[in-house]
């Protein structure tokens, strides 16, 4: 029986944050930012594992507490995200058929039943799916001159979220490439094999910190829960 095993990168910096501390371990409500991201996936019953790959040199992830029971820490991050998933792939040593959700370790604010219905909707789907949201929005192209150029049709277009959900064999395969300047996310990978990832409606509150007033947002949202 194939197993669901949870994949979080965190080596990265957040450069546009810009703090001098990755925003992954920056404080929220007296906990870091990655904690809460963790906590969600940790507690789920349908997930036997959860990952989280850091950098090699990583200077800030012992000196805090990780209470979380099945976590394990994978020190094979790399200069990319794709770059970390495929290292976090190949120290899992899962089975071919084991289903991995990547998540971003950014995205603190995932519920569980929005995770629940990810599991629930891709189930045993031949390629897989991930977590978006339908643009409702109007969409505006820019010029080089910081002028609206077009208004872009959003009918069809979605906003990609995680956790991405594809079989380990599958998305190992999607990255061999991981420096690919066109692997954005998993299932952008996924995509370039020729396959058509499974989309998830997912929800506004499942949104990626990257300002600093980001913060003050994920912290309401985790308050009210």
């Known amino acids: 029986m194939s ?5 979080v990168p965190a080596a990265g910096h957040g450069s546009r944050f810009g703090s001098a501390t990755p925003k992954q371990y920056l404080l929220l ?7 809460h991201t963790l906590d969600v996936l940790c507690r789920c019953a349908s997930i036997g594992r959860v990952a989280v790959v850091i950098s090699p040199g990583d200077e800030w992830f012992d000196s805090f507490d990780w209470p979380q029971p ?3 820490v994978l020190r094979v991050g790399g200069p990319s995200r794709a770059e970390s998933v495929a290292g976090g792939l190949a120290a899992l040593a899962a089975d071919a058929d084991d289903w ?3 998540h971003d370790a950014a995205r603190c604010c995932l519920s569980p039943d929005a995770l629940q219905r990810l599991l629930d909707e891709v ?3 031949a390629i897989g799916g991930l977590l978006a949201q339908p643009v409702a929005d109007t969409v505006k192209r820019a010029s080089p001159q ?3 150029a077009a208004t872009v049709p959003r009918d069809g277009l979605w906003l990609a979220q995680t956790p991405q959900m594809f079989r380990a064999g599958l ?3 999607a990255l061999q490439d991981a420096a690919n300047p066109a692997i ?16 998830v409606e997912g929800e506004a509150q499942n949104f990626k910190v990257t300002w600093p007033q980001d913060l003050v947002l994920a912290a309401a949202i985790l308050a009210a829960r």
């Not at 197993?3 to 994949?7: C, G, P, T, Y």
């Not at 952008?188 to 396959?195: F, N, T, V």
């Open 3 to 7: 197993r669901r095993i949870a994949l």
């Open 29 to 35: 409500d007296s906990r870091p930012l990655l904690a």
């Open 70 to 72: 099945k976590l394990e």
């Open 100 to 102: 991995v959700l990547v």
């Open 123 to 125: 189930g045993d789907d």
């Open 146 to 148: 910081g002028r609206v």
């Open 171 to 173: 998305l190992a395969e």
């Open 184 to 199: 954005t996310d998993e299932a952008s990978a996924i995509e370039l094999l020729g396959h058509a990832p499974r989309l």
